[in-house]
C-alpha cells in the first residue's frame, strides 16, 4: 500500500499550488480520501474529505471557498487545488485513505498514509 503525496513548495501569499496523491496498492474506488495538515508545534487537523461514492467534500471552514478536492478514480489519484493561499496554510500535508464512504475528519479513522508534502507560504 502507498501513498505518495507532491506538489508542495513555496508560495507567496496569494498563490496556487495543486497537491497530488497518487495511490496504488488497494482498491482505490470503495475508499474515502482525506487531505489533513500538520504545523510545527500543532496537532494535524483535517482540511478536506471526499468520498467514495459520489464525490461528495467537506472542508474546514478556514480553507472553504478557497480550496478544491477532486478524485480520479481512472488515475488513482486524488487532488487538493488550493487557492488565495494564507500565511496560515504552511504546514505538511498529508493524504489518507480509508475504506468506505465515511467522510471522516478524524485522523485516527484513517487506514493508510502518505509521507506528506510540504506547504510554504511566504512573502
Known amino acids: 500500500v502507498q501513498l505518495q503525496a507532491s506538489g508542495g513548495g513555496l508560495v507567496q501569499p496569494g498563490g496556487s499550488l495543486k497537491l497530488s496523491c497518487a495511490a496504488s496498492g488497494f482498491t482505490f474506488d470503495n475508499h474515502a480520501f482525506g487531505w489533513f495538515r500538520q504545523a510545527p508545534g500543532k496537532e494535524r487537523e483535517w482540511v478536506s474529505v471526499i468520498s467514495s461514492t459520489d464525490g461528495t467534500t467537506l472542508y474546514r471552514t478556514n480553507v472553504k471557498g478557497r480550496f478544491t478536492m477532486t478524485r480520479d478514480n481512472a488515475k488513482n489519484t486524488v487532488y487538493l487545488q488550493m487557492n488565495n493561499l494564507k500565511l496560515e496554510d504552511s504546514a505538511v500535508y498529508y493524504c489518507?485513505?480509508?475504506?468506505?464512504?465515511?467522510?471522516?475528519?478524524?485522523?485516527?479513522?484513517?487506514?493508510?498514509w502518505g509521507q506528506g508534502t510540504l506547504v510554504t507560504v511566504s512573502s
Open positions: 489518507a485513505a480509508v475504506r468506505g464512504a465515511l467522510l471522516a475528519t478524524v485522523p485516527g479513522m484513517y487506514d493508510y
